[in-house]
């Protein structure tokens, strides 16, 4: 009689066959991460009674957040490694989907950066392309509001440099507001669908890089939120300082520097805590604007230093590239979205990340 599970041969867990799972076809234990062969049905020998097959997801130490039951948790775990090299996730059974999962995770920084390192050479050059497409397409709005609130304060204020100031930067503001809402979040966060793709295994194309499109509505509500933060947190203290030095008054001058230092340090905060994974739940969890970032916030409860640690990080690479005469963050982008991926997928993905390219996309 055949048998339903099969036994890992480094550490004898107890692995379950699924409809997916082919004789002779490469997986890995999730519980040791050995890679072998998954041995015919007909000639593999069940394991003793004694030993369950929830062995592999009631294993000791620490499990990865999920948001879905346990159930769930066995079946996506023992299915995870033979479809690799199909273009869809396989989990439709979550119905619990947008609840938060447990904070208890530690942050492997080493095991981010070394994934991220492992899967650039085959995803920076697509990477390159879409980002000098993205950023032409970014560059032609900017100049436009940018030059129209320029003509605007002009026509206004022509003899005051500080007023003219204040109103290119609030009409600016107000009008990058709109642009990024229906534009450049769903444009620029097509990079998590590909790199989530290709840490996990999964074909894709060029043109998945612009399918946050795909997602517009989610990407528009995390566009929005993001926006009105930066607005409510950044614009009161620099109009503030502006106003003190039109004013001459230093005292004031320095109140309104420390506003907006107040103002940036709950920024950073709420963008971490609400934004830092948004992107990738929306695409890997199909939420929405709201559930993504309820998630993100669950997802990072207890853990802000830690992925404050990692944005520094990640921050300094990004401003290598700006040094290196700006060609250096065509470089520097795509390994930085790599890392952030990494560790959502290590975190909470529906899939753990392949320690090394499963496909090439060169």
Request: aromatic content about 12%; hydrophobic content about 45%.
């Amino acid at each position: 009689m055949a048998s339903d599970t099969f036994s890992c041969p480094e550490c004898s867990a107890t692995l379950r066959y699924s409809p997916n799972l082919q004789s002779g076809a490469e997986v890995q234990c999730p519980k040791c991460r050995a890679q072998f062969p998954v041995p015919d049905p007909e000639t593999s020998q069940a394991p003793p009674r004694s030993r369950p097959t929830e062995d592999v997801t009631d294993a000791p130490g620490p499990r990865r957040p999920r948001f879905s039951e346990a159930n769930d948790e066995g079946v996506s775990r023992t299915r995870r490694p033979a479809d690799y090299d199909r273009g869809a996730d396989d989990y439709e059974d979550e119905d619990d989907v947008d609840r938060p999962p447990p904070g208890e995770y530690s942050i492997d920084i080493n095991r981010w950066f070394t994934l991220a390192g492992n899967h650039y050479s085959s995803f920076f050059g697509p990477a390159i392309g879409f980002i000098v497409v993205a950023y032409l397409v970014t560059l032609i709005p900017s100049m436009i509001i940018s030059g129209g609130g320029q003509l605007l304060a002009f026509q206004l204020v022509p003899n005051d440099p500080i007023q003219r100031l204040i109103i290119t930067q609030v009409f600016t503001q107000l009008l990058m507001l709109v642009v990024s809402v229906v534009l450049l979040f769903p444009l620029w966060n097509g990079m998590t669908a590909v790199c989530l793709a290709q840490l996990k295994g999964r074909p894709w194309t060029f043109g998945d890089f612009f399918s946050g499109f795909r997602h517009w509505g989610a990407f528009a509500g995390v566009g929005l939120t993001s926006q009105i933060l930066s607005l409510v947190f950044y614009i009161p203290g620099f109009v503030f300082m502006l106003v003190a030095l039109q004013n001459q008054n230093m005292q004031l001058v320095m109140v309104g520097g420390a506003f907006l230092v107040f103002g940036w340090a709950v920024l950073i905060f709420l963008s971490i805590r609400l934004l830092i994974f948004a992107p990738a739940l929306i695409f890997d969890r199909n939420l929405g604007a709201m559930g993504a970032m309820k998630a993100s916030w669950e997802l990072t409860r207890g853990h802000f230093w830690g992925l404050l640690g990692v944005c520094i990080l990640l921050f300094f690479i990004s401003l290598g590239g700006v040094f290196a005469c700006l060609i250096g963050v065509l470089f520097a982008v795509p390994y930085v979205m790599l890392v952030l991926n990494a560790g959502y997928l290590l975190i909470a993905g529906r899939r753990e990340p392949l320690d090394r390219p499963y496909i090439s996309n060169d």
